[in-house]
C-alpha cells in the first residue's frame, strides 16, 4: 500500500515531464538475464532469473543488498573456494563500482561488499547489479564463472534523495529558459514595422495617411499587438481600426537547445529516480539531443502576433433615449354600467301564411251566441 501510494504522489510532480518523452525507449530490456556458468543466486532473497528492469528488487530503507547462490553442482562436493564480485552500475552499461573478491568456501557463495547507504546518500532510484562467482584456479582457468545481471530499486521515491531535487529545479529552471529564449513582446516603438515585409509596410504607412486625412479630429493613432494565440481584444466605440495584419518574431534557436540539454538531462535523472529506467545513455545522451532539438525549434518558431492600428477618435455623445409612449387612459365607469339585455328577435313569418294588415276575430264557439 505504502509503495502504490508513493507511486502515485510522485507520478503527479514528474508523469507530465517523464510521458512527454514516453516513446524514446530509455529503461533496461525488460527481458530477464540467465545466470551463465551453471550456478544459482537469489538477491534479497529473489531469484535473480526473475529480476528484471520492470520488477526489480525492492530495498527499502533500512535494508542493505545480500547476493547468495550455489556453485555448480559438479564442484559442489568437492568443497571449492570461490570468489564472488559485486559491481553497481553507476551509468549502465558504461561504468560502475566494483567490490572487493569475497572468498567463500563450500557449494554455496554469499556476498554484500556493498553499502547502499553510500548510494542513499546522494541518489535513489533504479540501479545494474553485475554478480560475478568464480571458482579456484585451474591449469586452463578458473573451474567456472558464473555471472548475472539483477535490478536493484532503492525505495524513497523521485523526490527523496538530493539528486531528484536537482533535476527537478533542471527541470523548472530549464523551461523558464526555454520560454526566455523563445523571445518577448518588444516595448520599444518600431518594432512591428521591424517584422514586417517591404509590401506590409508600404501598405500600412499608407493606410495610416489615409486615415489621418479622413481624421483630422483624431485624438492619436496607437498600434497595438497581441499574441496571436489570445482571442482579439474589442475596440471601444470611438475608435477604428484602420490597419490589421500578424508578424512573427524569431526567437533564438541556440539557447533554446541550450536550454533543452538541461531540460533532458533532468527528464532523465527524474525518470531515474522514480525507478523508470536506470542512469544509461539514453537518459544522459538521446534524451537531452531530443529535449535540444525540440527546445531549438520552438525557440526558432517563436511568437506571432496580432497587429491592429486604430484611431482613436473623440467621444461621441450617446443618442438620447426615446421618450416612452403615454399609456391610453383607463376608462373607469366601464365597471359601473348596468348589464344589458338582449331583446327578442320578430318572430318571421313563413311563406305559406300571408301576413294580414287587419286584426283577426275570434270565431263564436257552439255553446256562445252573439249578441243583437
Not at 234 to 249: D, F, M, Q
Request: charged residues 15%.
Amino acid at each position: 500500500m505504502a509503495r502504490t501510494l508513493r507511486r502515485g504522489a510522485v507520478g503527479v510532480t514528474v508523469a507530465g515531464f517523464v510521458a512527454l518523452f514516453g516513446g524514446v525507449v530509455l529503461a533496461a530490456p525488460a527481458a530477464a538475464t540467465p545466470i551463465i556458468g551453471g550456478c544459482t543466486g537469489t538477491v534479497n532473497g529473489v531469484d535473480a532469473t526473475t529480476i528484471t528492469s520492470d520488477h526489480p528488487v525492492v530495498i527499502p530503507d533500512d535494508a542493505q543488498l545480500l547476493v547468495q547462490g550455489n556453485v555448480p553442482p559438479q564442484f559442489a562436493t568437492q568443497n571449492p573456494v570461490s570468489n564472488t564480485t559485486l559491481e553497481m552500475q553507476i551509468v549502465d552499461g558504461v561504468t560502475g563500482i566494483t567490490g572487493d573478491p569475497e572468498a567463500n568456501t563450500g557449494a554455496t557463495y554469499t556476498a554484500n561488499d556493498v553499502n547502499l547507504d553510500d548510494y542513499r546518500q546522494f541518489a535513489n532510484g533504479l540501479w545494474r547489479l553485475e554478480v560475478e562467482n568464480v571458482g579456484p584456479p585451474t591449469d586452463t582457468g578458473p573451474a567456472w564463472k558464473c555471472s548475472f545481471t539483477a535490478y536493484l530499486e532503492l525505495e524513497g521515491g523521485a523526490l527523496s534523495a538530493p539528486a531528484g531535487w536537482i533535476a527537478f529545479v533542471a527541470v523548472v529552471g530549464s523551461v523558464a529558459g526555454v520560454l526566455f529564449a523563445k523571445g518577448r513582446k518588444p516595448k520599444y516603438p518600431g518594432w512591428i514595422d521591424e517584422a514586417l515585409g517591404t509590401g506590409d509596410q508600404i501598405e500600412r504607412e499608407e493606410s495610416w495617411q489615409a486615415a489621418g486625412l479622413r481624421h483630422p479630429d483624431a485624438i492619436e493613432f496607437a498600434e497595438r499587438g497581441q499574441h496571436g494565440w489570445r482571442p482579439p481584444s474589442a475596440v471601444s466605440r470611438n475608435e477604428e481600426v484602420i490597419w490589421s495584419g500578424k508578424v512573427r518574431l524569431r526567437g533564438k534557436p541556440i539557447a533554446g537547445a541550450l536550454w533543452g540539454v538541461l531540460l533532458g538531462l533532468g527528464i532523465g535523472v527524474l525518470g531515474w529516480q522514480d525507478a523508470r529506467w536506470t542512469l544509461n545513455l539514453g537518459s544522459l545522451v538521446l534524451l537531452p539531443a531530443v529535449t535540444a532539438l525540440i527546445a531549438g525549434l520552438f525557440a526558432w518558431i517563436g511568437w506571432g502576433y496580432r497587429i491592429r492600428d486604430v484611431a482613436v477618435l473623440p467621444a461621441r455623445p450617446e443618442p438620447a433615449p426615446e421618450p416612452a409612449q403615454p399609456l391610453p387612459p383607463i376608462d373607469d365607469t366601464a365597471s359601473i354600467r348596468p348589464p344589458t339585455t338582449a331583446e327578442p328577435a320578430p318572430v318571421q313569418p313563413t311563406s305559406a301564411e300571408p301576413v294580414s294588415a287587419e286584426p283577426t276575430t275570434a270565431e263564436p264557439t257552439s255553446g256562445e251566441t252573439t249578441s243583437s
